[in-house]
């Protein structure tokens, strides 16, 4: 039996939502008003203050009948009226015609028992209140506010005129429209505040969906612009490294298991690099991807010149960088017949240039530097501030050109080798941009 009742309690409330469990909790409260009122404003008061005698009992008991008939009425509306509200169903037509109905009888019943004067003018007016109320509360969340005060300030008028002819008592025709004015803006407030409360609620609730899924969006960007940037230079250098070993192979020379040895290596990297991005840890080394990018398009047959240093640019301008040189050694290997490169490092007016250009490009032309890794590249710069350059800079020439602000204190003075000179050979042949 307890464990039923913890798995109601868990069903009901603990997987709720916060904006869920309040709207629960405001709906019970509604469905509580309604009946609390009746009880303390209509039932006790009636049978403490009603005479003797049997059409009076028989009025009462009618009024009694009917503010209940109207709370279970109220009670079945709370849920429709408040999914009108905030906007989830339509409310359909006449539904509040059996409640109107209602409220017409018990008002006539009221005026009835008054202008016999079998009960406590004061009680009248509980009473009054109580039925008002409870016919109020969904009411207040089916038409505006301003159609509700002004449909109220009516009813109000029609029930001192009824009340001052009934008791022939203009201070009691004063306290009826007092009353009504009470019960009305009682019941609007109490259904308007609850309701808009709701409201705000669950439009958070939206908006951090709406967040969630955003950042779920931008992780899926950023994983696919990683993974491509990753793997995209790695696939050409194994699909350019693999064409060559089968050649080598067919010529019968023993270098084929060299490069297939290598083969096995850029595949190991590559594995380890997609982990990597995976677990969101990897940042790009910007000596090692130009140390990386000079050799790969000196293995595929292209001069490439690397001209200045890496050391002391803040880490974070390195690893936006080193995604830039990556993407572009990735565009020279894949695009064009490209046969010389040059890559060139530089600082400058506290800010870090960077620029890949390269020839054998057939139809450079405007709108060439489009395609989703320079859109990804141009996301990284902007988090820097940094800008993205790409374009043709000549006859059959191609340029991508990158600048990020430094800091105030990360301005080195990086030297300005003379253009065209070439790193030395050997196995390091980018020692001078080692960090």
Known sequence: MIGRIRDWQRRTWHERSKAARVELQSVVMWHCTLWLFSLSWLLLPLVAGLPDG??????????????????VAASRLVRPVLDHYLGRAELPRGTLRVPALL????????VVLQ???????????????AVLLSFGLPYGLV???RVFIRRSAVLAAVLMAVYGLARADGMEALLTGLMTAFGTVFSLLASRCGAWTLSVLWEAERAR????????AEERLRFGRDLHDVM????????LKAELAVQLAQRGRPEAVAQMTEVQRLAQESQREVRAVVRGYREADLAAELAGAQGVLAAAGIDCTVTGSATGLPAPVQSALGWVVREAATNVLRHGDARHCTVALRVADGRAELSVENDGVPDARPGSGSGSGLAGLRERLSQLDGTLRAGPSGPGRFRLAAEVPLPPTAAPALPRPASG??????????????P
């Open 54 to 71: 049997v059409p009076a009992r028989i009025l009462a008991g009618l009024l009694l009948l009917g503010n209940a008939l109207q709370c």
């Open 103 to 110: 409220l017409v009888v018990q008002l006539a019943l009221i």
């Open 115 to 129: 202008a016999g004067r079998p009960t406590d003018p004061a009680t009248g007016r509980m009473v009054l209140g």
């Open 143 to 145: 038409v505006p506010v």
């Open 209 to 216: 969906e709406i967040e969630a899924r955003l950042a779920v």
């Open 232 to 239: 995209g230079r790695n696939l050409a250098v194994i699909a």
């Open 421 to 434: 000179t070439r790193p030395p050979s050997g196995p390091h042949p980018l020692s001078e941009v080692t």
